[in-house]
Structure formats: C-alpha cells, structure tokens
T-cell receptor, first 109, second 114 residues
Framework: RKEVEQDPGPFNVPEGATVAFNCTYS??????FFWYRQDCRKEPKLLMS?????NEDGRFTAQLNRASQYISLLIRDSKLSDSATYLC??????????WGAGTKLIIKP | SAVISQKPSRDICQRGTSLTIQCQVD?????MFWYRQQPGQSLTLIAT?????????ESGFVIDKFPISRPNLTFSTLTVSNMSPEDSSIYLC???????????FGAGTRLSVL
C-alpha cells in the first residue's frame, strides 16, 4: 500500500462546477498535511495547508479526518485556470514530505 | 517566502557524462532537499542536503551516483554521475521554511540523457 494515495484522474470538469479530491495516508503519526498544485512543466507550489478543524481559502476548502486518515480538497466554481495536477502531501515528524502521485484536473469551457 | 534559483533549467547530455545542478536560496535555510520527478510521476526524494556534512540519502539512491554538496546555508549542488537514459527526469531543489512549515521548490532542471 502506498503511503499517500490519490485517485490519479484525470477529472474532466465543466467550468463553474464543484470538484472534490480525496487522499488517504497510511501513517497515523503524520503531523502535517498539505495540498500542492503543479502546473504542467512547472514546480509544485503550495496551495494550502490542511488543519484539523478544516480550513477555507476563497473557493478552496480543505478537510482532515485523522480517525479515517483522510484528507480532502473541494474547489467551488471552478475556473479554467484551476487546471493542474493536485498533490496531496503528508509530513511525519522528521520534516520529510511524503507525496501522493497527484490528481490531474482538466476544466473545460 | 524563499526565492530559489536553480540552474541549469534544462540540459541534454550524453550517456556516461556527469551534470551538476546548482541551487541558490536568497536566505539561510536549515533544510534543503533534492527530488526527482519522472514523467507522469510524483516526486521522489533523493536526499537531504546537510550543511557541513554528508547528505542523507533515501533508499535506492547512493552518494557515488548522486553526490551532493552543501557548503553553506544558502547553496547546494547535486551531481548526476555517469548518466544513462534512465536518469532522464526533472530534478528539483527544495527548502523548508521551518517557521511556517512550508516547503518551496526551485523551478527544476529538465535533464535528457541520450
């Protein structure tokens, strides 16, 4: 079993729709959780950290369920510019990041 | 946020040769990392670059193949030695901004080995 698992997609979604990504992690001792975004042929960039109480940043909402070892990302009112690969990332207590394989999102006009 | 300059941005190399990738950060950082990302895949950690001591390599990566230098808190190099076509990949330098628990990446080096 992979340490961080994501649906690889691609998700083909019409502009304006809501899309949800899920991610599960295997190490119950994981300390920090993140969603990164990677555009084609670019480096990953932090989209948002994920907090236990859930957090929102504009159209983006992240949730964490420690009991189920599950992380989610919700994008509302999707834009063409949201097309990218979304990477679920988990950190243990040694500062090393464990990366999911990413979910590719394609927003269609 | 940290500004990371990585170079070269891309290179095409002959098998058997070596390439050194440089990573320069605009501020002092404790933790620096080197990753590899093969086409269509996620990131794989090669090693943690330790200032003033040998890098800490992940399983499957060895110092003879991927020697790393970290002479100070703002600079590191990764060398890909005795290259083969299987080394064709994107190599990414990364730093951890510990105060904010955020990891930043350089733009990457796209390496093709013929």
């Amino acid at each position: 079993r992979k340490e961080v698992e994501q649906d690889p997609g691609p998700f083909n979604v019409p502009e304006g729709a809501t899309v949800a990504f899920n991610c599960t992690y295997s190490n119950s001792a994981s300390q920090s959780f993140f969603w990164y975004r990677q555009d084609c042929r670019k480096e990953p960039k932090l989209l948002m950290s994920v907090y236990s109480s859930g957090n929102e940043d504009g159209r983006f909402t992240a949730q964490l369920n420690r009991a189920s070892q599950y992380i989610s990302l919700l994008i509302r009112d999707s834009k063409l510019s949201d097309s990218a690969t979304y990477l679920c990332v988990v950190r243990g207590n040694n500062y090393q990041l464990i990366w999911g394989a990413g979910t590719k999102l394609i927003i269609k006009p | 946020s940290a500004v990371i300059s990585q170079k070269p941005s891309r290179d095409i190399c002959q098998r058997g040769t070596s390439l050194t990738i440089q990573c320069q950060v605009d501020s002092q950082v404790t933790m620096m990392f080197w990753y590899r990302q093969q086409p269509g895949q996620s990131l794989t950690l090669i090693a943690t670059a330790n200032q003033g001591s040998e890098a800490t390599y992940e399983s499957g990566f060895v110092i003879d193949k991927f020697p790393i230098s970290r002479p100070n808190l703002t600079f590191s190099t990764l060398t890909v030695s005795n290259m083969s076509p299987e080394d064709s990949s994107i190599y990414l330098c990364s730093v951890l901004w510990t105060e904010k628990n955020i990891q930043y990446f350089g733009a990457g080096t796209r390496l093709s080995v013929l």
